[in-house]
């Protein structure tokens, strides 16, 4: 008779929860917080995402700057 394995408690919450205190414990807070490779990739994508709207539309947008403005 074959006896199966248990499988480990998931450990990413765990880790996740003691980057999360990590980080609050520092002296500057990051603005955003990637957990996991996931949330990694996803933010990535989305940073490739605006950079190439913006690299689209910049003279435009640029130009519409009120020039008075400090």
């Known amino acids: ?3 199966h394995r ?3 408690p998931a450990r990413g919450p765990v880790k996740g929860a003691a980057l999360i205190y990590e ?7 990051p603005g955003h917080l990637a957990l996991g490779r996931g ?3 996803r933010q ?5 995402s605006i950079q190439d709207d913006l690299a689209a539309w910049r003279d ?3 130009a519409t700057a ?3 403005a400090a």
């Open 1 to 3: 008779m074959e006896r």
């Open 6 to 8: 248990q499988p480990h």
């Open 23 to 29: 980080v609050t414990g520092g002296d500057k807070l």
């Open 39 to 41: 949330a990694i990739e």
């Open 44 to 48: 990535l994508v989305k940073i490739g």
């Open 60 to 62: 435009r947008s640029a």
């Open 66 to 68: 009120c020039d008075d």
